[in-house]
Nanobody, 128 residues
Framework: QVQLVESGGGLVQAGRSLRLSCTVIGNIFEVTYAAWYHQPAGKQREFVANITSSGVTNYADSVKGRFTISGISGIKVENTAYLQMNNLKPEDTGVYYC???????????????????WGQGTLVTVSP
C-alpha cells in the first residue's frame, strides 16, 4: 500500500556534496516523520538525522553543520524527504536508508492505517 523510493547516492570525492531523496508513494494522507540512517560496510546502522512534519529536526553529532534534512510538511503537502550532504568525508561512505512514519488510506477496507516503512537503501561512496 505504501512504497519508499530512495535515490541520489553515488561516488564523490571528499569535500563534495550529494542530495538523497526519499519519496513515499501510495494513497498518502500524511508523512508524519522521516529519518535517515547510515550503515557502513560490516557495521551497524546508525542514526543520521530526522524531521517531523512540523519541521522539527535532529542530527547526529557527526553530521551537524554538514548535513541538512528537509521535506515532508503537512497533510497531503510534501511526501519527499531530502538529505543534503555537504563537505562529505570518507567515513560517510555506506548505505543510507530512509525510515518514515506514514498515515495512508486503504481503498480495500476504507480505513486509515499507520505504517513505518524503510527504504531499500542507496549507496554513497566518498573517496579521499
Amino acid at each position: 500500500q505504501v512504497q519508499l523510493v530512495e535515490s541520489g547516492g553515488g561516488l564523490v570525492q571528499a569535500g563534495r556534496s550529494l542530495r538523497l531523496s526519499c519519496t513515499v508513494i501510495g494513497n498518502i494522507f500524511e508523512v508524519t516523520y522521516a529519518a535517515w540512517y547510515h550503515q557502513p560496510a560490516g557495521k551497524q546502522r546508525e542514526f543520521v538525522a530526522n524531521i517531523t512534519s512540523s519541521g522539527v529536526t535532529n542530527y547526529a553529532d557527526s553530521v551537524k553543520g554538514r548535513f541538512t534534512i528537509s521535506g515532508i510538511s503537512g497533510i497531503k503537502v510534501e511526501n519527499t524527504a531530502y538529505l543534503q550532504m555537504n563537505n562529505l568525508k570518507p567515513e560517510d561512505t555506506g548505505v543510507y536508508y530512509c525510515h518514515t512514519a506514514v498515515l495512508y488510506y486503504s481503498d480495500d477496507d476504507k480505513n486509515y492505517h499507520f505504517v513505518e516503512p524503510w527504504g531499500q537503501g542507496t549507496l554513497v561512496t566518498v573517496s579521499p
